[in-house]
């Protein structure tokens, strides 16, 4: 039981880890990183790097928000933590 128990958290933690590190990396290398030559490109009316940087990092991060729910969702069917 203990190992299970061990098993799902290790899987939880890296799908966390995972997650972050998309969320850390998108905005941060499209706002910073290529913010000139994203910034050549428009969408609604605004440069693209500075979408991505200022709006584009929360839809990201809702769009995780909805990822992580369904991959846990699926974990805890998977190691029987489930309702």
């Given at each position: ?5 061990q098993e799902y958290?290790?899987a939880?933690?890296?799908?966390i880890?995972?997650l972050?590190?998309?969320?850390f ?16 490109f ?37 190691f029987?933590?489930g309702?």
């Amino acid at each position: 039981m203990a190992n299970r128990a061990q098993e799902y958290w290790k899987a939880n933690v890296r799908l966390i880890l995972k997650l972050l590190v998309i969320w850390f990396t998108v905005p941060f290398l499209g706002g910073i990183v290529f913010v000139d030559r994203l910034n050549h490109f428009s969408l609604g009316g605004y440069p693209l790097g500075f979408w991505l940087a200022q709006q584009g990092a929360i839809y990201l991060f809702v769009a995780l928000i909805f990822y992580y729910a369904k991959k846990m969702s699926d974990l805890d069917d998977q190691f029987g933590a489930g309702d």
